[in-house]
């Protein structure tokens, strides 16, 4: 068996074996996700994330709905600009959201807000 051979049966069993460990990783991601979610966000943006959230109507703008994202951006989920909407880096003066700067009322742990803009992407429809 030549070296290209070789390279090319272990490059498959790496794969093989990696991509497992990828998607249970990027699940856990994701289930983490839902719980910076459902501590910081439900209140407004509701279970599903469609803005209906128990203080929505409280409001003077109502939460954005955060399952037509993807939609709103040509069929692409926007995943830098939701992280810095969230963490108020991209906020312009002309931002009228009532959301607050979620970055360091996350812990101050910028790792939060990945698992949390993963999780958003699941609720894309």
């Known amino acids: 068996m030549g070296n290209n051979a070789m390279r090319a049966g272990l490059t498959g069993w790496i794969t093989a074996l990696g991509l497992p460990l990828l998607v249970v990783a990027c ?36 939460p954005t709905d955060l399952t037509v994202l993807a939609r709103n951006n040509g069929g692409t989920f926007p995943a830098m600009y939701v992280t810095e909407i969230i963490d108020g880096h991209s906020r312009s003066e002309d931002f009228s959201g009532a959301m607050p700067e ?24």
């Open 102 to 125: 979620f970055g360091p009322g996350l812990g101050g742990e910028e790792l939060q807000l990945g698992p949390l803009v993963d999780y958003l992407e699941t609720l894309q429809r």
């Open 27 to 62: 699940g856990i991601n994701v289930a983490q996700g839902r719980g910076v979610y459902e501590r910081n966000c439900v209140q407004c943006h509701g279970d599903t994330g469609l803005g209906d959230g128990p203080f929505a109507d409280k409001l003077l703008k109502p």
